[in-house]
């Protein structure tokens, strides 16, 4: 169950960032 709460949490971490530099050009 913890590995389930890291993934979990680096889903939910990493995820919005991952749109946001997708999203955004550098």
Do not use: R
């Not at 169950?1 to 550098?26: D, E, K, Q, R, W």
Request: proline share 8%; aromatic share 24%; net charge neutral.
């Amino acid at each position: 169950m913890t590995m389930f709460h890291f993934f979990n949490c680096a889903i939910l971490t990493f995820g919005p960032h991952a749109v946001y530099y997708s999203a955004t050009p550098l």
